[in-house]
């Protein structure tokens, strides 16, 4: 995941406007990120660093990557920034609650 510490600006703020898979495929090919790991990195922090909820501990990167894409791609979590202008509670209200890994 070093690789995505140089770039992730860039990279975070492109991912942040994909709304198909194709896009986001797209840009990691542009930023030459091809480690499932750091994929799911990018998507998670482009997404506000959600928390995630699932079954299963899956320690494949592709499953993990598979997944995270997923919920990307339903879009839900661009309503974490207005929750956050809002005032309301965000991901440090829940402290004890294990992130997914």
Known sequence: MRELKTKHRELIKALRVCKARFAVEDMFVRFGIKSPATKYAALHMAMYNPIVFYEGKSENP????????????????????????????????LKGIQWLR
Do not use: C, H
Request: hydrophobic letters at 40%; zero cysteines; aromatic letters at 12%.
């Open 62 to 93: 592709e499953v993990k990557y598979e997944l995270q894409l997923q919920i990307f791609l339903t879009g839900t979590w661009r309503l974490n920034k207005v929750y956050d202008k809002m005032g309301l509670p965000g991901a440090e209200s």
